[in-house]
């Protein structure tokens, strides 16, 4: 593939993740958020998160009190779910899009007789599982009002660890299973690459530090609802991203022909 077609996969990769940021941002807005204002009320303990109680009537009037005199933050409440919000999801959107649209270009032709459609959601699917499933299943994201404060430090490095470990060893498993086709079969080869990706994973849950830092009066539905939230939001960032990318890397690669057309032919 000539660097003019890659400089195209990466414009149209980049519009992809635009889109898919701005579907990923409503998802977050409309579902998140209202679990988000309750976790914070929560955790400030001026109001009531849905259907729970904060206990006895003079907590809840030493923490309003306390609310009362607490610092206006530099940036509002408002501004941080909507603007703020806007920004932080937009962006990864356009940047992850122009990376994975680097990556199904690489993939074109080398894993398996794809076409861009099938390569752009495989691309997509794995990047959402080494990027946030694989980080989420062990160190799942938390609400406000969860957490010490005093282990934020070691909370972010282990996340990042992990997620860096998921991505090489997801690569790791793409590049096994190529060397074993020749051998095993693809369909072998798969089955074997895909088992060591989730045994490696596997010792690497067992190996890590275990954290749990979760109030034992905070309510454990929020907890729950907050963390689905957060994961509809990617899984609505990559899915939307590797059927649009797809739909527009078959248009640039395979002008006026049918979709299931292999990349063969242009490669």
Not at 20 to 42: K, N, Q, S, T, W
Not at 169 to 198: C, E, I, Q, Y
């Amino acid at each position: 593939m000539n660097s003019v077609s890659v400089r195209g996969l990466l414009v149209r990769g980049m519009l992809a993740g635009l889109l898919a940021g701005c579907l990923a941002l409503l998802v977050a807005y409309f579902l998140g958020e209202p679990h988000l204002d309750a976790a914070i009320a929560y955790e400030e303990g001026g109001a009531e998160a849905p259907g729970h109680s904060h206990g006895s009537g003079g907590h809840d009037g030493a923490a309003a009190h306390s609310h009362d005199h607490a610092e206006e933050p530099l940036v509002s409440r408002t501004v941080q779910a909507t603007a703020g919000l806007a920004a932080g999801i937009v962006v990864f959107g356009v940047c992850a899009g122009g990376i994975a649209s680097l990556a199904v270009a690489y993939a074109l032709g080398r894993v398996g007789r794809f076409g861009p459609r099938a390569t752009s959601l495989l691309v997509a699917g794995g990047a959402l599982l080494a990027v946030y499933v694989v980080p989420f299943l062990k160190y799942p994201a938390n609400p406000p009002g969860v957490g010490d404060p005093a282990t934020i430090d070691r909370r972010t490095q282990l996340y990042f660890l992990l997620l860096a470990l998921g991505v090489l060893l997801a690569l790791l498993a793409v590049v096994a299973g190529r060397r074993l086709a020749p051998r095993l079969g693809s369909w072998n080869a798969t089955l074997a690459a895909g088992g060591a990706f989730v045994a490696a994973i596997g010792l690497a849950y067992a190996l890590m530090p275990s954290l749990n830092e979760v109030p034992a009066d905070f309510p454990a539905q929020l907890l729950w609802q907050f963390r689905l939230s957060a994961l509809a939001v990617h899984v609505t960032l990559w899915a939307s991203f590797g059927v649009v990318f797809g739909l527009l890397a078959e248009r640039q690669l395979l002008p006026g022909s049918a979709p299931a057309r292999s990349v063969a032919a242009v490669s």
